[in-house]
């Protein structure tokens, strides 16, 4: 930029003292190159920006702390925000939608609802899942689906379990989901989509992570350094009469705050970005007339 303003500088001069349309015609040359130099700049950040899969939960919380993001842990253990939720292995828990620091927990599936139950959990107590498990078939819509091969699966027969993690309002930037799954059967294999893209290019074939059974747990996360609002996780093998249960738990969350969204919270009085800094809880009302609480995080 300094060259710029310097040969402007010089072409005035130049002008002034009649040195003629040579000084000008440099001016115009150097500031197409620093436009250039600009553009090819923007070019350059875009390149940067990439999906990263992570099966190893340290070198996922590392790249989101070099990144300089906010990590939201969710162990689903707050009885408090959880306990629609709340089920057993008999009587699965189900709530429609789960919103808590700034994150909205929903089955992937329209209909269905979210659970947490206390069997065979990661850390904690509580284990998450979707109630029901994706789509659930009768007896008419299962005809030749768990007999086709893959490839020839009809759309209609996949089970597709699994659930999303939402950003609560605009002004929130998601940059990483990661947590622990496991499966009831350990044939189970997941894969993210990040704002409905999946992270596997080109998955006709359906691949995806496969999941231990539910003695273990492993995990799975994902990185989008230009950021997103939705990522769902989904389940790749399940079918009719061949279903797949998945189950989460643990997950870090990396995200930023920008702004509140004045559509959906009216009379918010708290400090700019509330789910960041401090230690209170703070409260304010939609413009539905509903009570919304965030609670900061440290």
């Known amino acids: 930029m300094s060259d710029f303003h310097s040969s402007i500088s010089h072409s005035y001069l130049g002008a002034r003292y009649h040195l003629g349309l040579v000084a000008l015609r440099s001016t115009f040359q150097r500031f197409a190159r620093s436009l250039t130099g600009l553009i090819l700049a923007g070019f350059t950040i875009q390149a940067h920006s990439a999906i990263t899969l992570y099966t190893d939960e340290a070198s996922y919380l590392a790249a989101l702390n070099a990144m300089g993001v906010t990590v939201v842990t969710e162990g689903f253990e707050n009885n408090a925000i959880w306990s629609p939720s709340r089920g057993s292995v008999i009587n699965p828990g189900r709530a429609s939608i789960i919103r808590y620091q700034g994150l909205v927990w929903q089955a992937n599936m329209q209909g269905n609802g979210v659970g947490t139950d206390n069997y065979s959990s990661q850390g904690g107590s509580f284990r998450f899942y979707s109630n029901p498990h994706g789509k659930t078939f009768d007896l008419a819509n299962q005809n030749g689906c768990d007999a086709a091969a893959v490839i020839n699966v009809p759309a209609s027969c996949w089970q597709n379990d699994g ?54 747990w492993m995990f799975y996360g994902v990185i989008d350094t230009s950021g997103f609002h939705t990522a769902e996780v989904r389940e790749m093998a399940g079918k009719a009469k061949a279903s797949q249960f998945i189950y989460g738990d643990s997950f870090s969350v990396g995200l930023t705050v920008t702004s509140l969204d004045q559509h959906v919270i009216n009379n918010f009085t708290a400090p700019n970005n509330p789910i960041v800094g401090g230690s209170a809880t703070f409260s304010a009302t939609s413009n539905y007339g509903n009570s919304i609480t965030y609670t900061s995080l440290t």
Do not use: E
């Not at 622990?180 to 997941?190: E, L, T, V, Y």
């Open 163 to 216: 659930w999303t993690v939402s950003a609560s309002q605009t002004g929130i930037t998601l940059y990483g989901v990661g947590g622990w799954f496991n499966s009831a059967s350990g044939a189970a294999k997941i894969t993210y989509l990040l704002d409905g893209a999946d992270t596997i290019p080109n998955n006709t074939n359906r691949d995806g992570t496969r999941l231990p059974g539910t003695a273990t």
